[in-house]
């Protein structure tokens, strides 16, 4: 039974308390009891206060409004909410256009890698059979491994490549000569 009327008084209170925050009593009770030295002061500037607001002219046409609720008010709040959506629409494009560069540079940043490990792969093969390879390789790829390379490999596998395929061998140098033209 006890807990019964805790469990009741305890729901009667946050509800009380929710309602009070919601309809802004709290703010009002609380203001009046947090200085109990200035009590009467605080009752004079309450009633002020709602003199005041008794007192300022209403706008011709318009109803009286209770808390601000006014169509004025109301389409403002409108344009607000219009602009605020923009701004966070257009936010939401930086990031969408930052996410897509971080792909990017995350992919690059992969071929990279990947062409560094398969450098030092090749690096470690024979020439002969690292020159057979490389001739079957898309340029791009070529390029990458042989730009991550020491130049004295470079020679090797270059020297193995010009004996079985002269062709290809032309075709690496160009592509390396191209590469070295876009560095500088």
Known sequence: MKILIITALSTFVIATGI???LTGTRKKITSRFSEPADTEQTAVTEEAQEEGEKSQPQEAGKPESRGGDTAASDAGLQV???????????AEAKLAAIKAEI????????SIT??????????????????SILCELEEPLTKQILSEMNNRTVGKIMD???TANPSCAARISKLMADAGDSDS
């Open 19 to 21: 309602t009070m925050a």
């Open 80 to 90: 607000e909410l219009v602009e605020y959506e923009a701004q966070i629409a257009a």
């Open 103 to 110: 792909e990017s540079l995350n992919g690059v940043k992969a």
């Open 114 to 131: 990947n062409g560094q490990r398969l450098a030092k792969v090749y690096s470690s093969m024979r020439p002969d059979s690292a020159a």
């Open 160 to 162: 193995a490549i010009a």
